[in-house]
């Protein structure tokens, strides 16, 4: 599996990139816990592609280095994505680096996204910038966002948040229907209903999944109730 890791860091060393490190460890940890498969993580810092980024968004043509990028996320099976807080949304060169992904790049694609920045009030970025940014891109982004203010990093809270992102962000690559089990001494991704087989769990592709709750003529079928 490969696992692409963006960071939109600026300083050297950076909280972002820390925190990016912090939730691709723990994702690999998962993904080959709960496989064999082997996980590939390449990690895209934005900060080296800048001017790359600025010269494609007036020419139109993406430099050598660039073009790597842009094709090492369009081929992940798995996305992290971790920007600074700037003006209480993402980074400028965080928003241009995906301006100019192919749109089609990250459909159905599973993404986490995180953020940090020097206060606990800018957390609700997750949710009113990246996770709207996401959608429009149709990605699939992982139910828990993860965000990492100054007072967080060596705090109670931050590795618990990382490790259940994780968790998800695992079992999306591996085409599980899961969650994360309780903090416990593996830690493993538990499958919600997956039925299970000799030597582990069955994988159901999402199509199948999908298609079982289809109503005849189009539509899904709507819930029971709230």
Same mark, same amino acid.
């Given at each position: ?5 963006? %960071? ?9 990139? !820390? ?13 080959? $816990? ?6 590939? @993580? ?29 094709? *090492? ?5 798995? !996305?992290?994505? @971790? ?6 949304? +993402?980074?400028?060169?965080?928003? %241009? ?9 990250? $459909? ?10 020097? &206060? *606990?009030?800018? %957390? !609700? ?21 993860? +965000?990492?203010? &100054? ?14 992102? *994780? ?11 899961? @969650? ?12 919600? %209903? ?15 999944? !999908?298609? $079982? ?14």
């Amino acid at each position: 599996m490969r696992l692409v890791v963006v %960071s939109a860091g600026l300083s050297v060393p950076s909280s972002t990139r !820390l925190l990016a490190d912090r939730l691709a460890a723990a994702t690999v940890g998962r993904a080959e $816990a709960g496989s064999a498969a082997e996980v590939e @993580v390449r990690v895209v810092e934005l900060r080296d592609l800048a001017v790359d980024i600025a010269h494609h968004l007036t020419s139109g043509f993406p430099g050598r280095k660039l073009a790597d990028a842009l094709g *090492a996320v369009a081929g992940a099976d798995g !996305l992290i994505v @971790v920007t600074p807080v700037f003006s209480a949304s +993402y980074s400028g060169l965080f928003k %241009s680096f995906f301006d100019v992904l192919d749109q089609d790049a990250l $459909a159905g694609k599973p993404v986490l996204i995180a953020a940090t920045g020097g &206060s *606990a009030r800018h %957390s !609700l970025v997750l949710d009113h910038a990246l996770r709207p940014l996401f959608a429009y891109l149709r990605a699939v982004v992982v139910p828990t966002a993860v +965000y990492a203010a &100054s007072e967080d990093w060596g705090a109670e809270g931050l590795p618990e948040r990382i490790e259940r992102a *994780a968790g998800e962000l695992a079992a999306l690559m591996a085409g599980l229907t899961g @969650v994360v089990g309780p903090s416990g001494a593996s830690g493993a991704v538990v499958p919600r %209903s997956a039925q299970p087989v000799a030597g582990g769990f069955e994988v159901v592709p999402f199509a199948e999944r !999908l298609a $079982a709750i289809a109503v005849p003529g189009g539509g899904a079928q709507a819930p029971a109730g709230r």
